[in-house]
């Protein structure tokens, strides 16, 4: 859509605006008026049904783990025991009163989003799917919240607890505190909580007018030139919805805010423990109040700084020379620019920026590695390093390692090992689709994933495996324990440099240990659980493809030798037929 220039084109454009939007919001409502209930119904007693149900489990289990760990030291666990029972305590009628406001959020925004979707897409029929979407699909991502819910309940917490209790490393010291300390941490501690929740709440409330309408402001500049997130004609839509619940946004800061305080004042304790100093954490307790205030002026885009006062709260605290250099360059150079740009909205020079990069979501990027996953399972498959009472045993028991952690980690390592051989910069994930550091999600989760396989990739750049090591490492990650270099030496590895095995297994490990952590994703844990299914499915097909054919060859085979009849050419040239068209169903499955 062309974007509208002038003063009376912009106005045209928002007043033309208006009754569109009002339609559509409407609709929107009545959708939601109807399913909204069976969402927070779903949601609201399926959550609420999994929470109370284990809760006795997850209290005892709780303080079994915590009380055998080896990562906590004496005077620490008996802190984390005692103040345990408040969370543990409240954990069920938090999760009941989120889950029911979830539900209510959920089967509101859904169907109202889903409209406004359906009016941006191309669809031929957009009116019917403005009335259909968002109801149907709305009661399923009911079901799904439930399912990905339990799934954290009853597998997530259950591995977070398995792994505090597992052995420590011989070189790891566990976690301790000071009982001379303590006293001043909890001293600090409740001060600061007493002190720093009004203090941030009122610094809070008093930016709160400065939040909304700035992002009035902006959205409604976007919104009349077409600028920023409203340039793309399927993004209109969405712009007076999104006006119209910006003061929600601004109320969800708010309380996120007033919550984050609480924490905030507590972190004062760990300041005492770290500096031994009672001084520094009622330093710390004054100065965490001017840097919420500098940092919410920093997302308001309003004055630097902040006029409340900062003690210094820690004994190493001084500026690095280096960044006084940046930071004065920077500030001649943003001088040097003048007063012009500084009326340019931020929307127009984001835009200018981002545009040029393809910038990629999580999703797509999760949907590429289950991708991988399928097509690495079927190969591992038909070479026999996964078989069918593997996936069997997955499916029944739901915790096969075969499964869940080496067939992803061999996945990954192919992709890195791809990534290797056609000597790109990032990481080849899927067809014409490479990941770099520069088109990754902005999602600190995902950059906590995709870090580390930078590193491992220029590694295995490093080492240079041939062609031999790398058919080899596929055996090794399926079968093998890769805990030692020693667990190699009957595998028929080429290389017999033992630090060059240490290296690949360091990898290995640290693969399997970053699939670990992402298994306990709750929708990462369905999807592979839907992929495991496929796997198995595909897998009875092509069982059941060879015996068909094998019978009818053998059936073939005895008709010839009892009736004796016929020219064997003919019996030859119709076998030979028969398992040709044979051949291309199993190629087909």
Known sequence: MEVPSGLLAKLWSFVSFIPFFSLLFILGL??????????????????SAVVIGLWP??????????????????????????SMIVPLGLWPVVAVAGSILGGIGYGVFAPLIATFQAAGQNAIDK?????????LSTI???????????DFCFHSYFSYMDELSEKMPPDEKPMDVKLMKLPGCLLVGLIGMLVDVPLITVVTLWKSPYMLFRGWKRLFEDLIGREGPFLETVCVPFAGLAILLWPLAVVGAVVGAIIASFFLGLYGGVIVHQED???????????????????????LYVREGSCLPRLRYRRNMDRNPEIE????????????????????????????????????????????????????????????????????????KGNCKKLCIRLQAWSILQCLLTSVKADASGIVIGDN???????????????????PLFVMKEQLKKLELDESEEACLRKLVMECKNETPEDWNDSGYPSEDSVRRAQLQAIIRRLQGIVASMSRIPTFRRRFRNLVKLLYIEAIQADASVHHIGGILKAR???????????????YENDDAKGNKANENLDVV
């Not at 085979?557 to 019996?571: P, T, V, W």
Request: proline letters at 2%; glycine letters at 8%; a neutral charge.
């Open 325 to 396: 250099k940046v930071d004065d360059n920077c500030c001649n150079e943003l001088e040097s620019k003048g007063q012009a740009s500084s009326t340019q909205l931020i929307s127009e020079n984001s835009r200018t920026l981002k545009w040029p990069i393809q910038q990629y979501r999580p999703m797509q990027v999760w949907d590429w590695l289950f991708k991988s996953y399928e097509v690495d399972g079927w190969i591992l498959l038909r070479d026999g390093l996964i078989t069918i009472k593997d996936i069997e045993e997955c499916i029944v």
């Open 433 to 451: 689709a490479e990941l770099t550091r520069s088109n990754m999600p902005r999602d600190k989760v995902f950059e906590w994933f995709a870090g």
């Open 557 to 571: 085979l005895s008709g010839e030798r009892s009736s004796g009849k016929g020219s064997k050419k003919d019996g």
């Open 57 to 82: 489990a997850h209290f005892i289990w709780t303080y079994f783990s915590v009380a055998r760990t080896k990562r906590l030291g004496l005077a620490l666990k008996i802190v984390v025991l005692v």
């Open 277 to 299: 100093s009672l001084h520094m954490g009622f330093s710390y307790i004054i100065s965490v109040v001017s840097l919420f205030d500098e940092y919410v002026n920093d997302l």
């Open 127 to 135: 009116c019917y799917h403005c009335f259909a979407d968002g109801c």
């Open 140 to 150: 399923k991502g009911s079901c799904t919240v439930v399912v990905d819910f339990t």
């Open 30 to 47: 009545l959708k939601a008026a109807i399913i909204g209930p069976v969402a927070v119904a779903i949601i609201g007693s399926g959550n």
